[in-house]
């Protein structure tokens, strides 16, 4: 009896494998695994339930091996199957070009993520006018009329001398520090205009984003600090932050902060000049003719400010070569980024 | 800016110095490399020199600052000479305090100017820009470049009475400067005359009148210290910018004043022969004291956020010249060297404490301040505004704040117009970049045409800035206000994917998108016809909000405004709004409705006069019952059936109760009852 079971188990592995090997679907094949592992291996061990001891413990073994070798085969079957695609319904590499979202201006995108360090860090947002008097512009900066410094800054005029275009957003610091009380902590981001034609690396009008903090016991270290996490978290922690002395008439001591080159890691190129290094911001502690101008005891509190130009940080961000494009608005350039 | 030598420099140094080593100690002193040359052996250089620092515009200031950082001895002046001053100089001069700090001159006798100037002078002030003239202009240039004195030379024989003025000039006069150009003296220029004419214009250029030529045989030589403010405005009024007037400008050492001239005279009768005469004039009418100040170490260290202690703050400034004497525990006082006019206060002294003990060594520590963030409404807004807008496919723009200045005139804007402004910049950088905007039209416009010109095409584009007005409520005489505009032409959703037409921005849309900002607020807006001279005829309307125009909408009139750069590339009709945003707040708007039941959607598709605004019908449907929750206009078309001034409108309204299912009889008497209204109202019939 149990050399036809032998034979019969045989018959049904040739059969099994060349039935799986014709099976149009994975319906198929799972209904092979239902007739073979299912219904056959327990027809087979219920005869073996009649088998004497001996042929128990062959036929047992012959039994496991075919439910083992069958086990196998489906296996393999299922998982070809499993693998092929039922015909594609729709071809997913098209997109409708007309379903997009608007590009924000990559000045705006590259502002909000500086601005959302410095907010994090407990800044608020201060905004003032444009279109500024000497007195706020320069005057109360420790910019007296006449001042060599002012070169620096070449200033468009609406009514000379007293009237012009802010040359920088100090002046809104000023205009801050006047209602408030120290301690003040706030960034006066906007635009601001110097006299400079329009040519790829010059524009007369750019985007500067100022920063002051005043309260008791600020000193250089804490304006350090602040200046190397703001550089970290926009450029990244791999960035490498120095400070320089400079000169700022409003703030004493003064530092220029550099930043390793973003486009060359630091080695040299085109756009550090083979330095290794940009410059990104002017910083210092603020003055004490400034507090005191502005009704502060200098003696009571320090503090420090730092103002940085975004578009020129913005080239070295977006690696964009002409700084006039920023304000070309070729939408173009925008939906890249 | 400041060039210099290599060679030059060497001068100062015993041992040969490396030029990367002498940069880098000045780039960590904070002058930054600004370029080099290479010229013959030499290396030019040029550095940037903040105007606090006019002590670093000639060599010996950079040798000096170069000691310093290595601790070596600061080089100083020397000369032979010994001199009187006297009364009885050969020129009579006589000098107004008021314009001049220092007057110094003697009189060198018998030199040979035919001498030719040594080369390596020549050549080092060629490779520095500075032109040969003769051996004695060349040495007195030479010795400004050397030790920062300006030094001028004038031909004894040619001052007219032996008298020189140091003073304003009383009257507007024409005079031709040494290099033969003309120069427009005005009245209360600080000039030096004679009984005849303008000698020199103080501290800026010689004129021909007194200069020195080969045939020379006497010397009037002369350094001075000038005001710096009168020496600017003059250069600045002339255009004529010197080496000498940049110098006078920032401010020259008034304490070394006399031993440069000493040194000068030395030098040119070394070269050209001659003698000093022993007499000198100097006129030092406030003799300048040296000047001490009291550093408080620990005021220092607070503002630092250092522990420097004070034996190391004395050793850092004693290197750098600054001479310390410990008053107390915290206090010391110190001696300011006379070149460092830009150490005045306390806090100049701190900086160089700072800067000398190393920027990189002051270790940065976060600081915790107890302020309370401001919320900034307009602020916030615009961020809004960005987020909707960019959601909805427009593109963000930002464009300068002038326009041309023949922006109003084009626009067809006139005095008196809500729109109107003459806001113009005095020196703006062109025509077409001098009118302050009163509005965002000409800037979105221009960019929406500009990239037509580089084909991209079918845009949508929004700004958010300011525009100004002239009001002298506000202390600047300007109102600003912070403004969005928005801007779409051509196709929004292109044919393709089974649509058979392409679907063009329309001005329902731009009446939807201002919509859609405004309801993002909660803010319930008007439209109040304006008819605009740059819009479409019939399409220019005023935003009101609570009564106030805070903005409009309209066609724009392209043939209008044709010529402006590129518009006539855009075919299709642009559309326009803009409003501003400093009245705009946010409104909470609560849920008013729920319901459990069901609701039902129906369609009503009316003839109506156009006259009648849709809103209007909405309104009177909606008003009829409150189980109506919504009245949406879905379509307006128009028919050869109907007459002229008629279309049709599609309602669709939207019918739920809080308190039942709805039947076909609730609704047919609400419907009833509006439509009979309708048409009492405007005749409207309802077409089937």
Redesign the interface.
Known sequence: MSAEIIKDIENKKTELESLLKNAKDLKEVSSLKIEYLKKYVKSLYSELKNASVEEKKSLGKIINDFKNFAEEKIKEAEAKYKQEKSAAKYDVTIF???I??????P??KLY?KIEKVF?GM?F????G?????DKYNFEKLNLPP????R??QDT?????PN?L?RSHTSSVQIRTMEKLKP???IISPG?V?R????DPQH???FYQIEGL?V?E??????L???L??FLKEVFGDEVGV??????Y?YT?????VDMSCTKCGGKGCKTCRN?GWI?VLGSG?V??NVLEGVGYDSKKY?GFAFGLGLNRLALAYYNLDEIRK???????L??QI | MFKFSLNWLRDYFEEKIKYDEIMNKLKLQGFEFGGKKEIDGDIITEIEVKANRPDMLYHMGIAREIKAFDGEKIPEITHEKCTVNSEDFPVKISVNKEVCKRYCALKINGVDLKKATPEYMTKRLNALGINSVNAAVDIGNYVMLDMGQPIHAYDFDKIAGKKLFIDKSEKDSKVTTFIGEEAEVKKGDIVIFDDESIKCVAGIIGTQGAAVTENTKDIILEAAVFDEIPVRLTSRRLKISTPSSFRFERGVNVSSTRDVLLKCAEMITKICGGKIETNIFDFYPEKKEEKSICLSVKKANDLIGEEIDKDLMIKLLEKYDFKCTAQDSDTIKVKIPSYRLDVKLEVDLIEEVARIYGYDNIKPELPTIKTSYTKNEVWDNMDIIREVFTGLGFNETINYSFIPNNTMNVFGIENGDRLYSDLVLQNPIAGAYSLMRPMMTHSLLSSLAYNYSVNNNNLAFFEIGRVYFKDNSFDTGVKETDTLGFIMSGVRIPKGFGQDKDIKYSYYDLLSYLNVIMNRFGQNFELRQNDYKFCEEGSGYDIILSGKVVGFIGELNKSKLSSIQNVKLIKDQIFYGEFYLDTLTEKVKKIKFESKYPSVNRLYNLLQRKDVPAGEIADVIKSSSEIIRNVAVKDIYFDKTFKENEYAVLYEVKYCSKDSTLTAEQIEDIENSFLKKLNEKWGISFKK
């Open positions: 409708k070009d007309s997009r979202l608007g590009s924000m201006h000045l705006t909000k907010v407990g608020s947002v201060v905004q006018p444009e279109i500024e008097t006449h001042h060599p410094a070169d620096m468009f005029y609406i009514s000379a009237v275009l301690p003040v902590q635009t205009y006299v400079d034609d329009i524009t007369p009008m903090v309260a016991k600020i000193s250089f270290a804490n350090k600090a602040v190397i996490k120095r400070f320089r002395p400079s000169y008439p004493e001591p003064s530092a220029a330095t410059t502690m003055h004490p320090t920023l304000y070309e608005n070729d939408i173009s925008w939906r």
